[in-house]
């Protein structure tokens, strides 16, 4: 049975129109249905320049010299209008505020259904399910003046739900965002993802993040993507890490370390949970072959 693909990238190069150099250099990049994606990498490498390729913002409101072939939904991307391709894939950018085009987050809520010329019963039920998804099932008559910052990401990922897309593409969207607000948002990306199958494509420089809930890491540099696989072989590999200056989490760069003076090392861990018992148990193995007991026995 031939595998279904919710985005399929063939061989992609654009340019910008003021650009000296291609942006995107020959991108080949599939993402399954459900699955949650972080691209990852240094400032400057293109990851931007990919997302807009995911929505029909390149080629047909940013110009410039493009090849290849982006499919989102079934759906050509050359061959289709943004207003079409909003109903598939769903993008949301750094600064919400920017993405806000209303007084109120009811009215916010309702612009994308009302544009798509929905009945007012439909428009109604869909600003119901993605408030509550949002948590502002209680704020919905509230000024968007008045939210905070993560409140008005929360309400610019809502208002892009609003029109039911089935791919979510997230630029930095908590990069503006103190961490009362990045953990709202953070937690209800995550929730799409788990509890509603949404397909979550996210550029993210949150490497803990990343390790703990994605499905796979992509790493970028100079417009190219130079790696990718599960967290766990993409920070198995310190080489392919340090190459381009991207950090590990913290508790792999310890592994790191410890490798780099000789240490023997049967895994890297990736997160804290797993770091705890992994950490533990080396040095448990430490103290042992050194006829010490386990350090747990002298506390």
């Known amino acids: 049975m031939k595998e279904s693909y919710a985005v399929i990238v063939e061989d992609v190069w654009f340019k910008y129109i003021a650009g000296k150099d291609y942006a995107l250099k020959g991108i080949n990049f599939k993402v399954r249905p459900g699955e949650f994606v972080v691209i990852m990498g240094p400032s400057g490498c293109g990851k931007s320049t990919l997302a807009y390729t995911l929505n029909g913002m390149i080629p047909h409101m940013f110009k410039g010299d493009f ?6 939904d079934g759906l050509d991307t050359l061959e289709h209008s943004i207003a079409e391709l909003s109903t598939r894939v769903g993008i949301v950018f ?10 109120t987050v009811l009215e916010e809520l309702a612009f994308g259904p009302e544009n798509l010329g929905l009945p007012k019963e439909e428009i109604i039920r869909r600003i119901r399910e993605v408030a509550k998804v949002a948590r502002l099932e209680n704020k919905l ?14 309400l610019a990922i809502a208002s892009v739900l609003a ?16 961490p009362i607000g990045t953990e709202l948002v953070s937690e209800m990306v995550v929730r799409l993802n788990r509890e509603h199958g949404l397909t979550i494509i996210a550029i993210d420089h949150r490497v803990e993040w990343a390790a703990e809930y994605a499905n796979r890491i992509v790493i970028m ?6 790696g990718e696989g ?17 950090r590990a989490p913290q508790v792999s760069e310890l592994a790191y370390e410890l490798m780099d003076q000789g240490v023997k090392l049967d895994k890297i861990p990736i997160s ?20 010490d007991s386990p350090w747990r026995e002298k506390l």
């Open 221 to 226: 540099d100079n417009g190219q993507i130079i």
């Open 141 to 154: 008559h509230r000024s968007t003046l008045h939210l905070s910052g993560g409140e008005k990401q929360a």
């Open 67 to 72: 090849k290849g072939k982006v499919i989102v």
């Open 230 to 246: 599960s967290p766990e072989e993409v920070f198995a590999s310190p080489d392919l890490v340090r190459k381009i200056g991207f």
């Open 94 to 103: 750094q600064n919400p505020e920017a993405q806000l085009v209303t007084m």
């Open 272 to 291: 804290l949970n797993e770091a705890v018992e992994f950490y533990s148990r080396l040095l448990d193995e430490i103290l042992s072959s050194r006829g």
């Open 163 to 178: 029109l039911r897309p089935k791919i979510l593409v997230l630029d930095e969207v908590t990069s503006m965002l103190d």
